[in-house]
């Protein structure tokens, strides 16, 4: 066999041994890919999140047949623009539509509206009238998937539109708590909150979807001799591909800069969760020149039950002013 056909077999076969090993880092990374996202994602796929709500209200002592009865509310189901049906819940507080000014709650993960009843008795008790929903991937909303408030973000603008194109509301606040507070604080970020909300409340918010993600692979065990930044990359690559948004879309720190609604930023300085340094670094990148960051003693979205009257007074504080 002359030579050069012998080496050029032998570069054949090394391309080819080349192609199966790339083949199977490309395998490999899809397979990680997945994981990571569809892991976030579905986070909450099996899990019970009406009863953690009721669970972690009984936890705080908060009575929750007394606020039921207390007030009357109505039931519906509105459709976001992707199609996505939306669970509301309605407290008219006595008064005729556009009477009086409107909060949209937003609650965290893991639970379902239920779990901003604290909030919401606090402004019914206040005059105001409420709407709370269940949030993607909780309760009883149509889609099951979790984005960090990419996609919760337009079940918020359809809430919004409901009461001020329905309600008749002038005056719209969004309020949300942790994860929840992600969805408002990405919602800002729009044209809709612009053209609609007077304001944003962001209780603890959850800074961004890949730090949470980092947050928890570094507490896994066996992990220690795989590259993060490449668990990550591949997870970000799957959720760009096949979901259609990336880490980067749901960076609320990193948004901030798009936020110009007058927002209030309550920081719970017992928080283990969403970090003092990270609130700041979130609050800081705000664009609005209307904000303001509340420091309150308590633990992660306590404030309005451990610190009840101290939370209150900095939220009408905060939207009786001009």
Known sequence: ????????????VAGILLLLVALGIGGMSLQVGKMVAEGLLYQNEGNDT???SIKQLELWGYDIEKFEASYDSEHMVLEAS??????????ANGKEDGAAPIVILIHGAGGDHVSTYPLAEGYLKR?????????????????????????EQLDTACVVEYAANTLHSSRIVVHGQSMGAATAALYATSQHARDYVEAIILDSPID???????GVWREMEGTEDIPEDYVVACGDWYLKHFYGFSFADADITASMHRNEI??????????EL???????????????EDKQLYMIDCKHVEGAITNEQEYWN?????????
């Open 274 to 288: 969403c970090t003092i340094e990270e609130g700041k670094a979130l609050f800081d990148e705000i664009a609005a």
């Open 314 to 322: 900095a939220v009408f504080s905060f939207l009786e002013t001009e």
């Open 82 to 91: 992707d199609g996505v049906k939306v669970p509301v819940t309605y407290y």
């Open 262 to 271: 007058k927002t209030l930023m309550i920081q719970s300085e017992q928080d």
């Open 50 to 52: 009406k009863g953690n």
């Open 208 to 214: 961004s979807m890949e730090h949470m993600f980092r």
């Open 1 to 12: 066999m002359k030579m050069g056909k012998k080496k050029k077999i032998i570069l054949i």
């Open 127 to 151: 005059g105001w009238q409420v709407l709370s929903y269940d949030q993607r991937g909780s309760g009883d909303s149509s889609d099951d998937k979790v984005s960090f408030g990419y996609y």
